[in-house]
Nanobody, 118 residues
């Protein structure tokens, strides 16, 4: 049974930083692509960043230059470093395991809330 558990969300002021983590279990983590999505109230879930099994990365235009996705295969963990946070980054953030790079896979975490507010 694949499990993805996100952590690291919280309340932060505009301009601040957070680091999200997603720990995977029950899977051969290193062979899968991983991604972070987010969903704000009243909006559709959107792709934030993706990292291929080989390390290639892609970002939504809205977060380029501010967010960095990385992975540690030894720890079965994917990270999202978020800097220069803006109120519009407020959302529930989910990690996702992907068979095809950039396409949502079957397994999702429970989500972690990120709120950017003064």
């Amino acid at each position: 049974q694949v499990q993805l558990v996100e952590s690291g969300g919280g309340l932060v002021q505009p301009g601040g930083s957070l680091r999200l983590s997603c720990a995977a279990s029950g899977t051969i983590f290193s062979i899968y692509h991983m991604a972070w999505y987010r969903q704000a109230p009243g909006k559709q879930r959107e792709l934030v960043a993706a990292i291929a099994s080989g390390g290639k990365t892609n970002y939504a235009d809205s977060v380029k230059g501010r967010f960095t996705i990385s992975r540690d295969n030894a720890k079965n963990t994917v990270y999202l470093q978020m800097n220069s946070l803006k109120p519009e980054d407020t959302a529930v953030y989910y990690c996702n395991q992907q068979r095809m790079y950039g396409r949502p896979g079957d397994y999702w975490g429970q989500g972690t809330q990120v709120t950017v507010s003064s």
